[in-house]
């Protein structure tokens, strides 16, 4: 079956650097996002990886390693309005969204 | 560019009764939409894929002849709730996949259905 796992809730402090990890298992793959969902409104796109690497956009990077079926979320600089929920979701080969479950990160100050 | 809408943000209705959302790609043209339902705390549930001009493909456990899906057009997808009862109250989210690049979804803002 199609899985993906990331861990379910996060604590850092605000200013701090955070690293949200998501591995999975689909039956083919054709990129994977990370998404970012505050409390009671929509998911916004944040990045899209397909090829191995790190990609930096301002404060977020993303990695992915096809190989090892991981990605990571990195946010740096911490603020409070970062605090929200991050998903990760693969491409199958249907190019259809497999979603995780979500992230809950919490910022203290 | 690429934005979605939904309509209406929110609704409450009696226990019954149907409720239709609209969803619509503004700027651009969606041969495929997705519906996803949420509940609190919850992550995404994808309920049905819509494809323009063909029937929805509705995901294992989604009744289909309660969740009515209608993709009219190249830009607007309906989903009907019929006979709503106060366990179909959820964040329902429609997405619109741009069929190039990397099929990336954007999101509707959601519609927040509450049935007492």
Redesign the interface.
Known sequence: GQNIDQPTEMTATEGAIVQINCTYQTSGF??L?WYQQHA??????LS?N?LDGLEEKGRFSSFLSRSKGYSYLLLKELQMKDSASY?CAV?DSN???I????TKLIIKP | GAVVSQHPSWVICKSGTSVKIECRSLDFQATTMFWYRQFPKQSLMLMATSNEGSKATYEQGVEKDKFLINHASLTLSTLTVTSAHPEDSSFYICSARVDRGYNEQFFGPGTRLTVL
């Open positions: 054709n990129g996002f009671g409104e929509a998911p916004t796109f899209y397909v998903l491409l190019y259809q969204l979603w995780g479950a979500g």
